[in-house]
């Protein structure tokens, strides 16, 4: 209670949320950090418009030439595989093409970020700009192809007849996000090491071609799994190759065939999702430890771009 005959004192109106202090993230730094990641994703993003222009420029089938390529492997391995040497898959196409178009896109996204930095060598010498842009550039040039090619995979799935499996799907999401990860980190140490040192695409060109026989294409998993019993975890280090495997879990239901002689086939590496689960998770380990080796060798040998060019 105040002493008679002093002036009342006054208690501050409650303070309103949000009319306090201005909070660190309204800072002038953090304005400008995210005016400077708005700027790289705008650059990002015109790269990627650009290279879909160029590639289609005067084209009469356009985005039509993209799905040419798989089409010819499928008709090839399909022959081969499946007329020829009887390898014993239903339906081999849609199980070849399941993994086929994931694989397309890691290869084509590092195959192309080997030449990102080096193709632009004269941008990268006069203009100060984000550099990451580059390979990140070929890895989302590659994702928009692959998107479209997934799309008119499913419909030619849906419009066949075949049967798809509705919670089976879900696992091209992490699958997805997996592959994703592993191919920015590709990109960034192949494209950082191609400017330092010149026989890299030539090596990435040559164990590529090695690579892709080490996914479950054109064989079935199940194939891996009796050949490898206990060891199979060490074919499953890479990270593409569950990654495919996943793939053709989500858009192929033959877990197993009965072959000829009347002995089983497993295709499938599993018929149920723990397996694929668990195994995109190791894998997703691996990923992220590649690109954080990626972003590290970019980072230490961007200095020397302009110099080594």
Request: with cysteine; net charge positive; aromatic share 12%.
């Amino acid at each position: 209670m105040p002493p008679a005959g002093s002036p009342p004192v006054r208690t501050p109106p409650p303070r309103r949320p949000g009319s306090g202090p201005r909070h660190a993230a309204d800072g002038p730094l953090a304005r400008r950090s995210r005016a400077q990641s708005r700027v790289r994703w705008e650059l990002l993003a015109s790269l990627i418009r650009k290279d879909l222009k160029v590639k289609y420029k005067g084209s009469t089938l356009g985005f039509a030439w993209s799905l040419a390529n798989p089409l010819l492997l499928l008709v090839v391995y399909t022959f081969v595989f499946q007329v020829v040497f009887k390898s014993g898959v239903p339906r081999f196409g849609i199980y070849f093409l399941a993994g086929l178009l994931v694989w397309n896109a890691f290869a084509h996204s590092v195959a192309t970020a080997c030449g990102s930095v080096v193709g632009n060598a004269n941008l990268v010498k006069k203009v100060r700009f984000p550099l990451p842009v580059l390979p990140l550039s070929a890895v989302g040039f590659a994702a928009v192809h692959f998107v479209l090619q997934l799309l008119v995979l499913v419909v030619l799935i849906a419009a066949l007849g075949y049967p798809l499996l509705g919670g089976g799907l879900l696992l091209l999401v992490p699958a997805g996000a997996v592959a994703l990860v592993f191919t920015i980190g590709m990109a960034m140490l192949v494209s950082a090491l191609s400017v330092r040192f010149k026989d890299t695409p030539h090596l990435v060109e040559v164990a590529l071609m090695g690579w892709m026989w080490l996914n479950p294409m054109v064989y079935a998993f199940g194939m891996i799994q009796d050949r490898l019993q206990e060891y199979t975890w060490l074919y499953l280090l890479n990270p593409m190759a569950i990654v495919v495997a996943t793939f053709q879990r989500a858009l192929y239901i033959d877990a197993t065939t009965t072959k000829a002689d009347g002995s089983t086939l497993r295709i499938l590496a599993d018929p149920g999702y723990a397996f694929y689960l668990e195994h995109l998770a190791a894998a997703g380990a691996v990923s992220l430890a590649v690109l954080g080796l990626g972003i590290w060798v970019f980072r230490k040998l961007q200095a020397d771009f302009a110099e080594d060019l």
